[in-house]
């Protein structure tokens, strides 16, 4: 299996910051990298898939880079809204894995 | 729009089967890729498994040879069945669409989820 290594696990921040959270996979998935924000109670929801590629709806404030096996998820200009868990996921090969994920926090 | 919507027993007695059923609404699982992923409490999240457009299944080896994953397109229904269960396989249990394929393959719609407690 594919391990997907986020990090941090946490962190803290303010409202208007800007944040990265990075996602390494054990070996190359070219760019079949997804993000994904869960609030509390909620489903996952979909930000970012094939690495880049903002999904409709979602703030542009979100943005995804990175192919073989470093990625990153930038939010520019937290909102209070963005406090939630964060999930990378590959779909290069089964089975798909995800990250451990990344708890973002009001500072 | 598209939803999806998870029914099935709450509470499943140990050894025995888990069942679900994921029900779609403004789509025809015809179309996509339909798959099962669950979150235990307070943890991450585990892909299961995916039945294709086609009636194609593909299962996370994890789970061997536990699970089913099967498809009712008369009722535009998808089901989950996870035998032998035991206290971890405790779980929110979600169903998601896939869409795209190739290096564009993403979860974009999921259903609420539902809680699935093993205990006797």
């Known amino acids: 299996d594919i391990q997907m290594t986020q990090s941090p696990s946490s962190l803290s921040a303010s409202v208007g910051d800007r944040v990265t959270i990075t996602c390494r996979a054990s070996q190359s998935i070219n760019n079949y990298l997804n993000w994904y924000q869960q609030k509390a109670g909620k489903a996952p929801k979909v930000l970012i898939y094939?690495?880049?590629s903002l999904e409709s709806g979602v703030p542009s404030r979100f943005s995804g880079s990175g192919s073989g096996t470093d990625f990153s998820l930038t939010i520019n200009s937290l909102q209070p809204e963005d406090f939630a868990i964060y999930y990378c996921q590959q779909t290069y090969t089964i089975p798909y894995t995800f990250g451990q994920g990344t708890t973002l926090e009001i500072k | 729009q598209v939803q999806l919507q998870e029914s099935g027993p709450g509470l499943v007695k140990p050894s025995e089967t888990l069942s679900l059923i994921c029900t779609v609404s403004?789509?025809?699982?015809?179309?996509?890729?339909w798959n099962w992923i669950r979150q235990p409490p307070a943890k991450g999240l585990e892909w299961i498994g995916y039945?294709?457009?086609?009636?194609?299944?593909n299962y996370n080896p994890s789970f061997k040879s536990r699970v089913t994953i099967s498809a009712d397109t008369s009722k535009n229904q998808f089901s989950l069945k996870l035998s032998s269960v035991t206290a971890a396989d405790t779980a929110i249990y979600y169903c998601?669409?896939?869409?795209?394929?190739?290096?564009?393959?993403?979860?974009?719609?999921w259903g609420q989820g539902t809680m699935v407690t093993v205990s006797s």
């Open positions: 039945i294709s457009d086609s009636g194609s299944t």
């Open positions: 094939a690495a880049s």
């Open positions: 403004g789509d025809s699982i015809t179309d996509y890729s």
């Open positions: 998601a669409r896939r869409r795209g394929g190739g290096w564009q393959d993403v979860f974009d719609i």
